[in-house]
């Protein structure tokens, strides 16, 4: 979330944040909520500390009073202050809460160098890799069932729409990317994390994740919900700490398999594991100082990147405009993988530097070794990479003119083989 002051000193840049940074549904009056229920909340702030002053006032009076009339009186005097300070600290407190729902509302700030639009179709592309397959391939969704990789109609009868069984070597395949993904990224530095796979309601307000994305999201009864990302955990993990100036940044890791409802993407994608309700990730997350959180975006989205030069798998990288960045980030790029079959990108890591939006949300901090003050760390998270797609990407861009899949040199050692067949 973001600071009041911030907000409170910076209007204008607030509009405009309001008017070009999220696809993902914000109250339109909500400035106007935040800038009202602000005014209330200082002025019964200010209110409560003239009470507790009169109040300390008039028991200081009542300590050094000798006449017996005259301390009754103050006695009572005293007491209703006390009174009147518990109802007010009561409305005070209710009060934060109100503020906590507004500023969990608005969504970050925007780099300057992100480009002002509307949808995917005005992000901009930065660079490419690879070269395009332009023979005719079978989809993943026919040549996975022609090699008996995935079952569909058995994992509907489990789970319904978009259900899905990976088997034999298809599931083989998803396991050597997971191993072969989580490798790569200690190698570069990254600590492996496996967290618990329930998310407190209460941090994801904090990761700035509600209101913005909670239709998406799977909750149980006891307001725990199921990971989207593993990105929600790991980050959360450090929530209310403060951590070492010395230790940062902090890289960790971690895969699992993650459920989304993909409640605004009805009738989308709908053959196949591309757009589904369970899949896995390999996620990438940073905690950072202020100086250091630009450079690591960089970082980030090259580990994304070097999965795929090493498997040597064809994508490009796209900066995310205004409107199709989360609320959370102030800046995002896109990896999106080619997909032969269908001729089109399609992300397969989103990689976002979120500033001190979600460690102000999560109270995570860092002592700054010169100033010896509390600052908030910089996080960002990046997906490095999505496993399912990859999967797809590998089934599509490796096929054979026998209608074989070679694996890639990179990862026959995690396969065991060198095709499938």
């Not at 978009?162 to 990254?190: H, P, V, W």
Request: include cysteine; charge should be neutral; charged fraction near 30%.
């Amino acid at each position: 979330m973001l600071d009041p002051k911030f907000i409170r000193n910076n209007i204008d840049l607030i509009k405009k944040t309001l008017l070009n940074h999220t696809k993902e549904g914000v109250p339109k009056d909500i400035l106007e909520q935040f800038l009202n229920h602000d005014i209330k909340s200082r002025s019964d702030i200010s209110k409560l500390q003239e009470l507790n002053t009169k109040r300390n006032n008039l028991t200081s009076l009542f300590e050094h009073t000798k006449d017996n009339v005259e301390k009754e009186k103050l006695k009572k005097e005293v007491i209703t202050f006390k009174n009147q300070i518990e109802e007010l600290n009561n409305i005070c407190n209710e009060n934060d809460k109100k503020m906590h729902e507004i500023l969990f509302s608005i969504p970050n700030i925007l780099d300057d160098s992100v480009p002002i639009g509307e949808t995917e179709e005005d992000n901009v592309e930065l660079r490419k890799f690879g070269t395009i397959r332009t023979d005719k391939v079978l989809p993943h969704y026919e040549i996975g069932v022609k090699l008996n990789l995935l079952d569909f109609e058995r994992g509907a009868k489990i789970s319904g729409t978009r259900g899905y069984i990976l088997k034999g070597n298809g599931s083989k395949l998803l396991r050597a990317l997971r191993d072969f993904t989580l490798d790569l990224a200690e190698q570069n530095g990254y600590v492996e994390i496996q967290p618990p796979m329930l998310i407190k309601e209460e941090l994801l307000y904090g990761l700035g994740k509600i209101p913005f994305f909670q239709e998406d999201m799977y909750a149980t009864a006891d307001k725990t919900y199921l990971p989207a990302t593993e990105e929600f955990a790991i980050t959360a993990m450090h929530a209310n700490e403060t951590l070492l100036a010395t230790n940062l940044p902090l890289k960790y890791t971690g895969s699992c398999v993650n459920y989304r409802k993909e409640a605004g993407s009805a009738g989308k994608d709908v053959r196949g594991i591309l757009r589904v309700h369970y899949f896995w990730n390999t996620e990438l997350i940073h905690f950072t100082t202020k100086e250091q959180s630009w450079q690591s975006l960089e970082e980030m989205t090259n580990q994304a990147e070097t999965v795929l030069k090493e498997l040597e798998i064809p994508y490009r990288v796209v900066l995310l405009c205004s409107g199709d960045t989360g609320a959370a980030a102030a800046k995002t790029y896109d990896i999106e993988v080619h997909m032969p079959a269908s001729g089109l990108y399609r992300e397969i890591s989103s990689c976002s530097n979120c500033l001190e939006y979600q460690s102000r949300g999560l109270n995570i901090k860092y002592l700054d070794p010169k100033t010896k003050e509390k600052c908030y760390v910089h996080t960002l998270n990046g997906t490095g990479v999505s496993l399912n797609r990859l999967w797809i990407a590998i089934v599509e861009n490796c096929q054979t003119k026998d209608g074989r899949i070679k694996i890639p040199t990179k990862l026959v050692k995690y396969f065991g083989k060198e095709f499938i067949e």
